[in-house]
């Protein structure tokens, strides 16, 4: 999918939102590690990580090809800070009408909209791959992401007490939501 969009952030710095390209595998791959050791909040820590840049080059080649999923790149002055994505749950007839949807930002970009601004952009690109619901899983004390989501209109569908364990906290609840589309 493609996707373009410059919005201003509240510190009034311009933020490009677009589909990550195949050249930005290195910097993407960057900022997954930097996003992933900043927060316990993340699915995965960054020595859990397999790709080179040459493997995240691939994987944001085969998105930004794709009709129905898109990885999304946030960019300040020619770094990214931030990424967001959309994936298709499955190919089969009973699961392809949804897509999951996942974020970081770099730490120090908390709180400029820029979390809000990829969201948005993601679920305008899930409705026009023809998505009829994005789902997502949020630790359920991240309260900052979990408010931000409800603003959004996602809706809690369950909670796993132990969906999570993490090598800090010990297990964390993961609350499921959803959006429809």
Known sequence: MKYQKKIILKNGMECYLRN?????????????NLTHAETDYLLTYPDENKFDAAQESQF?????????????????NGAVIGTAGIQAVGMKYKVRHRGEFGMSVLK????LGIGRALMASC???????????????VVAENVRALSMYEKAGFVEYGRNPKGFRSRITGFQEVVSMRLEL
């Open 108 to 111: 120090e970009f908390w709180g």
């Open 20 to 32: 990550a390209a195949e050249s930005d595998g290195p910097l993407v791959l960057e900022n997954f």
């Open 123 to 137: 679920i305008e690109c899930a409705k026009a791959a023809g998505y009829h619901q994005l789902e997502l899983n």
């Open 60 to 76: 944001l080649k085969k998105k930004a090809d794709s009709e129905n999923e898109i990885e999304m790149v946030a960019m300040v």
